[in-house]
């Protein structure tokens, strides 16, 4: 399971970055669409765009104490993330690591016997579905910022939601 974190897992902040935990909100439903999905017997791996790094406005080791905390809190809820991968590059970087290309998906299929084909990506943005469809991989949209539907691309409320539609159809 391939999910985004902005936007899905947490409350994404309009025009500015999430750089320190104090700013981290976990969106409703998002630790119990984890948790439904690691009992479902899902590897989950987090992969999200993190430019914030590459423009200068956080660093590395801001975005890890960020994930430090976020993973101690799943795990206390039952749904701890297996990895959280990220790029750290700018749009302008052309980087293949940033969605929507799909290198962290490649990444994490080496990483991991993953079975690309029982895969699903979640995420808030047509480029996480992007990323995930050049990796073979479907996508559920999460609460997606405006614009159309994809053709043969489904919408949920939540993570949870998403969760749901997923185990239901395995």
Same mark, same amino acid.
């Given at each position: 399971m391939f999910v985004d974190r902005d936007g899905v897992v947490n409350r994404r902040i309009p025009g500015d970055y999430v750089r320190s935990w104090d700013q981290f909100e976990f969106l409703p439903g *998002? &630790? *119990? @669409? %984890? &948790?439904? %999905? &690691?009992? $479902? @017997?899902? $590897?989950? !791996? +987090? !992969?999200?765009n993190q430019r914030g790094i590459g423009r200068g406005l956080m660093s590395e080791a801001d975005l890890a104490a960020v994930h430090e905390r976020m993973q101690a809190e799943l795990l206390r809820a039952g749904a701890g993330v297996d990895a959280i991968l990220h790029c750290p590059h700018d749009v302008h970087e052309n980087c293949g690591c940033r969605k929507p290309r799909p290198g962290m998906i490649e990444r994490a299929l080496g990483m991991f016997a993953i079975d690309r084909a029982r895969s699903w990506v979640v995420g808030d943005s047509l480029s996480d579905i992007e990323a995930g469809r050049a990796a073979g991989v479907p996508g559920? %949209? +999460? *609460? *997606? &910022?405006? @614009? $159309?539907r994809p053709a043969g691309v489904d919408r949920a409320g939540s993570l949870l939601v998403a969760a749901r539609l997923i185990v239901g159809r395995r």
């Amino acid at each position: 399971m391939f999910v985004d974190r902005d936007g899905v897992v947490n409350r994404r902040i309009p025009g500015d970055y999430v750089r320190s935990w104090d700013q981290f909100e976990f969106l409703p439903g *998002a &630790r *119990a @669409g %984890l &948790r439904l %999905l &690691r009992e $479902a @017997g899902y $590897a989950l !791996i +987090v !992969i999200t765009n993190q430019r914030g790094i590459g423009r200068g406005l956080m660093s590395e080791a801001d975005l890890a104490a960020v994930h430090e905390r976020m993973q101690a809190e799943l795990l206390r809820a039952g749904a701890g993330v297996d990895a959280i991968l990220h790029c750290p590059h700018d749009v302008h970087e052309n980087c293949g690591c940033r969605k929507p290309r799909p290198g962290m998906i490649e990444r994490a299929l080496g990483m991991f016997a993953i079975d690309r084909a029982r895969s699903w990506v979640v995420g808030d943005s047509l480029s996480d579905i992007e990323a995930g469809r050049a990796a073979g991989v479907p996508g559920i %949209l +999460v *609460a *997606a &910022r405006g @614009g $159309a539907r994809p053709a043969g691309v489904d919408r949920a409320g939540s993570l949870l939601v998403a969760a749901r539609l997923i185990v239901g159809r395995r």
